[in-house]
């Protein structure tokens, strides 16, 4: 894999988490096109991306001769990664 692919998934995590956000954000429940389960997907799909990308990032984030980009793509997925598991952890320990 490239660092192209590894970037682009993880930039595709956090579009999915920016939208997911935003549609929690967008108003009462009771009007929202998007129930439980569009949640649900939206979550699982941004945090398998993140973890994809940044295990893809990291393979070429240390390999001889590699740029700037590929540790910039490690860095947003070790943040994007950290975001997602950390809602899953509080998620846990509040309900």
């Known amino acids: 894999m490239n660092t192209i692919t590894a970037n682009t998934l993880v930039l595709v995590g956090w579009g999915i988490t920016v939208a997911l956000v935003y549609s929690l954000l ?38 001889p001769g ?11 997925g070790l943040f994007l990664c950290a975001k997602l598991i950390g809602v899953m952890v509080i998620g846990t320990m509040t309900g």
């Open 26 to 63: 967008k108003g009462p429940f009771d009007g929202r096109m998007c129930e439980s389960t569009c949640f649900s997907m939206l979550y699982w799909g941004a945090l398998v991306l993140a973890v994809l990308g940044t295990l893809l990032s990291l393979m070429q984030a240390f390999k």
């Open 66 to 76: 590699s740029g700037i980009f590929s540790k910039l793509g490690l860095l947003l």
